[in-house]
């Protein structure tokens, strides 16, 4: 039997289309399984396709997948589907601002939507209480991402940082190591399983405009997308390591990313709560939409 499903593609964390992180949507998605699910993402083959549900403990309900695997939590997807559900109508914005719940994997956060400039609306996810797990040695992550362990920056050392989804945190020295990283495939994937991480998120402080202040390339394995444009939970992650550890002196940053894939893309970083017991992260941006259709399978 052929079923057929309204979907958007949208991209997040920017201000026009095809830049940004492009994310598909899938409506009304309560029948499908897991399995179908993981097939339309691969389908997709985009870095994430959510898909929109009913739930009985929120406003909002959405899944989150990668071609490879659920994803418990992920920014661009959270700001894509808030702006496709606000787009069609699905959910009204009768003032200008409206904060919900929705209900991801990882459970139930609070997304804030207020009215941006250009007729955009700027979303913006509470993420869940960073979890500071693992530190992974310089000399096996560095290598991991096509670098030297002299690379990173100095006394400190990769973590696998958790704001719903863990990913590893590896600052390095400046924008140009940042440029040089790679990923080693068979050796990435051996990191992944061992120190239990999605993907790696390798940052330094400067943007590459003058309204960054930090810049990042985020990496994983195939089938997901070697290089994600921009990654909005690991920009979490990585506010957070920032911010514990003392390496920005403000907790409100703006923080770039994609720009040498021809797909620019910014965030919003709000921090709340001391160094040493941080509450949550607020990651928000703009979308655009560039396809709407229907998907049938």
């Known amino acids: 039997m052929t079923h057929r499903y309204p979907f958007m593609q949208v991209d997040a964390f920017c201000t026009r289309r095809l830049a940004g992180n492009p994310c598909a949507i899938v409506f009304d998605a309560d029948d499908l399984d897991d399995g179908m699910r993981l097939a339309i993402a691969r389908e997709n083959n985009l870095s994430e396709t959510s898909f929109v549900v009913r739930t009985d403990k929120a406003d909002i ?118 440029r040089r990283a790679m990923p080693d495939i068979p050796l990435f994937d051996r990191m992944k ?49 920032l911010w514990r550890y003392g390496l920005i002196a403000a907790p409100d940053f703006v923080a770039e990313q994609g720009h040498w894939m021809d797909r620019p893309g910014q965030a919003q970083v709000a921090i709340i709560g001391p160094r040493d017991d941080i509450q949550t992260v607020k990651v928000g941006g703009t979308a655009v939409t560039v396809i709407t259709g229907e998907l049938t399978v």
């Open 61 to 178: 309900g959405a899944r989150y997948f990668t071609p490879s695997r659920e994803i418990p939590l992920a920014g661009h997807p959270t700001v894509a589907t808030i702006h496709a559900l606000v787009e069609t109508g699905r959910l009204p914005l009768d003032g200008p601002s409206k904060t919900v719940s929705l209900e991801i994997g990882a459970g139930v956060i609070s997304v804030e939507i207020e009215r941006a400039a250009d007729a955009l609306v700027r979303v913006t996810m509470s993420q869940l209480k960073p979890q500071f797990l693992d530190l992974v040695p310089p000399a096996e992550m560095a290598p991991a991402i096509g670098l030297t362990p002299d690379d990173l920056l100095p006394d400190h050392p990769p973590q696998v940082v958790s704001t719903g989804s863990p990913q590893v945190m590896v600052p390095v020295r400046d924008l140009s190591t940042l």
């Open 193 to 241: 399983a061992a120190w239990q991480f999605y993907g790696a998120h390798a940052f330094c402080l400067g943007g590459l405009t003058a309204e960054g202040q930090t810049f990042a390339r985020h990496f994983d394995t195939p089938p997901d997308p070697i290089e994600d444009p921009f990654t909005g939970s690991a920009t979490g992650g990585m506010a957070a390591y």
